[in-house]
T-cell receptor, first 116, second 112 residues
Framework: AQSVTQPDIHITVSEGASLELRCNYS??????LFWYVQSPGQGLQLLLK??????LVQGIKGFEAEFKRSQSSFNLRKPSVHWSDAAEYFC??????????????FGTGTRLKVLA | ETGVTQTPRHLVMGMTNKKSLKCEQH?????MYWYKQSAKKPLELMFV???????ENNSVPSRFSPECPNSSHLFLHLHTLQPEDSALYLC???????????FGPGTRLTVT
């Protein structure tokens, strides 16, 4: 069965430090992969997505992610974290349904805390 | 209004009440979704509508009843809920065949 694992429930980094959030998936075919961010009291905002092609994808707010097929991973990175990046981050796999829509399988999320 | 809106943002209801959640998308999309977000659990897909037709029901209890009168509006009717139904309910929309879903801010539901 398809699944997404985010092994880190909480991560704390200092402002200005680099960040890497881990995501591993289980899916038989080439996956469509996403990272979303959720600030307190808000819905989910798309950070970036991977469908095919270049395995290093750039997103909004200075985030990037790298797809590694051999490791079934899609880790999210940022070279220098800002205090406003404190939020919860979700990795997801998109699956095409027979009706032509996509449904997501989400990970459990990683909550990021940023120290001043 | 832009994007996906949800009302109310917060709702407290007793187990015998009947209430409805509303979602409206202003993006011209054809597909709409209901998700449940509980603490320490992954987001759970509840229902999918494509061109007003329900295409997915993820074994959701019948005390949750969705309605999609048109491609822009989605409702979730609630009745005789249980305390474990307390959660953040998120609505999303997408263009048919498109990968990206756009989420609303959610309704925080508390069942007492």
């Amino acid at each position: 069965a398809q699944s997404v694992t985010q092994p880190d429930i909480h991560i704390t980094v200092s402002e200005g430090a680099s960040l890497e959030l881990r995501c591993n998936y289980s899916y038989g075919a080439t996956p469509y992969l996403f990272w979303y961010v959720q600030s307190p009291g808000q819905g989910l905002q798309l950070l970036l997505k991977y469908f095919s092609g270049d395995t290093l994808v750039q997103g909004i707010k200075g985030f990037e992610a790298e797809f590694k097929r051999s490791q079934s991973s899609f880790n999210l990175r940022k070279p220098s974290v800002h205090w406003s990046d404190a939020a919860e981050y979700f990795c997801a796999v998109g699956l095409l349904t027979t009706s032509g829509t996509y449904k997501y399988i989400f990970g459990t999320g990683t909550r990021l805390k940023v120290l001043a | 209004e832009t994007g996906v809106t949800q009302t109310p943002r917060h709702l407290v209801m007793g187990m015998t009440n009947k209430k409805s959640l509303k979602c409206e998308q202003h993006l011209g999309h054809n597909a709409m979704y209901w998700y449940k977000q509980s603490a320490k659990k992954p987001l759970e897909l509840m229902f999918v509508y494509n061109f007003k037709e329900q295409t997915e029901n993820n074994s959701v209890p019948s005390r949750f009843s969705p309605e999609c009168p048109n491609s822009s509006h989605l409702f979730l009717h609630l009745h005789t809920l249980q305390p474990e139904d307390s959660a953040l309910y998120l609505c999303a929309s997408s263009q048919e065949g498109a990968y990206e879903q756009y989420f609303g801010p959610g309704t925080r539901l508390t069942v007492t």
